[in-house]
Structure formats: structure tokens, C-alpha cells
T-cell receptor
Framework: EDQVTQSPEALRLQEGESSSLNCSYT??????LFWYRQDPGKGPEFLFT???AGEEKEKERLKATLTKKESFLHITAPKPEDSATYLC???????????????FGRGTSLIVHP | NAGVTQTPKFQVLKTGQSMTLQCAQD?????MSWYRQDPGMGLRLIHY???????DQGEVPNGYNVSRSTTEDFPLRLLSAAPSQTSVYFC????????????FGAGSRLTVL
């Protein structure tokens, strides 16, 4: 069974204080690892997809990295507008029927104080 | 391009009442799904569909019904609401080809008294 564990559950940072969020996973053949951002009262929005160990992707102050067991979302010099819940999801490559249902972690709630 | 549209945004029901949460997408996505999100539990899959006329159960299907008569619409039906179904519900869709990225609706907050 695919499993996704995110840590920490909650993180409070001061503006400009860099940190990382962790997503550890077990899956029988990774098809893709996804990061989403969710603002309060809204649906998740896509950030990144990573496909293989060693891959990195960046967007503004965010950088996502991937190893064979975990992914990190690095936040450099965060701003208050980066406050959100960040969700990680994995998709296995051996799903029957091609449905490729993603398994989501429980998320990390990030608050950045000015 | 509206993406994924969910209605209603808020709903209060009494135990035993029935209702339908509507979901529509205008991106011609084959795959559509319903999740519920509860504090500390993350997103849990209720039902999904890989195309018109095809539906299947997810992780927490009990108490919910779905149908997929068109590519655009994927309604979620609660036949007899229970307080345990108080939650925020999200509809999500994606293309069957390409990057497999989900596009989510804005959510429907349901309270069952």
C-alpha cells in the first residue's frame, strides 16, 4: 500500500527565515510526486511534479527536490504570502486500468510571520 | 475557462436529508474525482471516474453515490446525511494524458446537524 508522510504537521517561521518541508513516501514504482499549495477556504493548486531521484524544480522562493525515499520543499527567505498548507502526493506506476490514483499526505501548515 | 466549478459552496443539512453536490469541468478531462478533507486527515478519495459511464470507489465510499453521464459533470449524492459526513468536499479532474496534474474546485463545506 502506498504511503505518504509529511513533516512537520505545522511550521511557524519569521519572514526571511529559510526552512524545508519533508515528504517521505513508500510506493511500488513511482510515476510522479506532486506538490500542491492550499490556501484557507480554497482548493489545492499545483506547484511541482518530480519524476525521478535527483530531479529539482524551482518557482520563486520554492525549490522541490526528490530522492528515492523522500522529497523536500525548500522555502528560501519566505514572505507572509507564502503562508498556506503544502500537500504532497505520490502516484504509483503500476496502477491497474490506468487510473493512477494519487495518494496524498496530510499536509504541512506553514505560517510566516512578518 | 472556468476550470472546475463546485456548487453549492456552503450547505447545512439535517440528519437523514439527501442532497447532491455538483461538479462541472470545462477542460474535457476524462478523469474526475471527489475527495473529502477533514482536520488532521488530509484528502481522502470518495469516488472517481475515468470517463463517462465509468465510476469506481475510493477509500471512503460509504454513504455516497456518484454517476457520470457526461464528460463534464460528476455529481456526488448523499442519500441520507449523517453527522459523520460533515466535511469539506473537493472535486478534482485531470486529463488522462500528460502530466497527471489534478485541477481542484474551490470546495463545498457541508454541515450535517
Amino acid at each position: 500500500e502506498d504511503q505518504v508522510t509529511q513533516s512537520p504537521e505545522a511550521l511557524r517561521l519569521q519572514e526571511g527565515e529559510s526552512s524545508s518541508l519533508n515528504c517521505s513516501y513508500t510506493v511500488s514504482g513511482l510515476r510522479g510526486l506532486f506538490w500542491y499549495r492550499q490556501d484557507p477556504g480554497k482548493g489545492p493548486e499545483f506547484l511541482f511534479t518530480l519524476y525521478s531521484a535527483g530531479e529539482e524544480k524551482e518557482k520563486e522562493r520554492l525549490k522541490a527536490t526528490l530522492t528515492k525515499k523522500e522529497s523536500f520543499l525548500h522555502i528560501t527567505a519566505p514572505k507572509p504570502e507564502d503562508s498556506a498548507t503544502y500537500l504532497c502526493a505520490v502516484q504509483a506506476s503500476d496502477a491497474s486500468g490506468g487510473s493512477y490514483i494519487p495518494t496524498f499526505g496530510r499536509g504541512t501548515s506553514l505560517i510566516v510571520h512578518p | 475557462n472556468a476550470g472546475v466549478t463546485q456548487t453549492p459552496k456552503f450547505q447545512v443539512l439535517k440528519t437523514g436529508q439527501s442532497m447532491t453536490l455538483q461538479c462541472a469541468q470545462d477542460m474535457n478531462h476524462e478523469y474526475m474525482s471527489w475527495y473529502r478533507q477533514d482536520p488532521g486527515m488530509g484528502l481522502r478519495l470518495i469516488h472517481y471516474s475515468v470517463g463517462a459511464g465509468i465510476t469506481d470507489q475510493g477509500e471512503v465510499p460509504n454513504g455516497y453515490n456518484v454517476s457520470r453521464s457526461t464528460t463534464e459533470d460528476f455529481p456526488l449524492r448523499l442519500l441520507s446525511a449523517a453527522p459523520s459526513q460533515t466535511s469539506v468536499y473537493f472535486c478534482a479532474s485531470r486529463s488522462s494524458s500528460g502530466a497527471n496534474v489534478l485541477t481542484f474546485g474551490a470546495g463545498s463545506r457541508l454541515t450535517v446537524l
